[in-house]
C-alpha cells in the first residue's frame, strides 16, 4: 500500500468509538536504520488551523477501504 491510498480515509479508535478525524495529506516518520514505520502523521485542516496527530504504527490495528482502526489511550489522542 502507498502512502497516499490512505487519503480520504476515517480515522477510529477503538477503544472508545470515537472518530478522530479524516487523512487529508498522509505523512510518515520512518526509522531509516531499520527500515520500519515509526509513526503516521494525520493532518487535518481546518479553516486556517492545521491540526496534527501522530499515531504510532504500533497501535494501528487495521487499514480497511474506507478506515482505519486505531487503538489509542486518551493521553496519546491529544498529542
Same mark, same amino acid.
Given at each position: 500500500? #502507498?502512502?497516499?491510498?490512505?487519503? !480520504?480515509? @476515517? $480515522?477510529? *479508535? &477503538? &477503544? %472508545? ?5 479524516? =487523512?487529508?495529506? +498522509?505523512?510518515?516518520?520512518? %526509522?531509516?536504520?531499520? !527500515?520500519? $514505520?515509526?509513526?503516521? =502523521?494525520?493532518?487535518? #485542516? #481546518?479553516?486556517?488551523? #492545521? @491540526?496534527?496527530? $501522530? =499515531? +504510532?504504527?504500533? %497501535? &494501528?490495528?487495521?487499514?480497511?477501504? %474506507? &478506515?482505519?482502526? $486505531?487503538?489509542? *489511550?486518551?493521553?496519546? @489522542? *491529544?498529542?
Amino acid at each position: 500500500m #502507498r502512502l497516499s491510498e490512505l487519503t !480520504g480515509k @476515517e $480515522v477510529i *479508535n &477503538l &477503544l %472508545d468509538g470515537s472518530r478522530l478525524g479524516t =487523512i487529508s495529506c +498522509p505523512e510518515a516518520i520512518l %526509522d531509516l536504520r531499520g !527500515g520500519v $514505520v515509526e509513526s503516521l =502523521i494525520m493532518t487535518s #485542516r #481546518r479553516w486556517f488551523v #492545521r @491540526e496534527e496527530k $501522530v =499515531i +504510532p504504527w504500533k %497501535d &494501528l490495528h487495521k487499514i480497511s477501504t %474506507d &478506515l482505519i482502526l $486505531v487503538q489509542l *489511550n486518551k493521553e496519546r @489522542e *491529544n498529542e
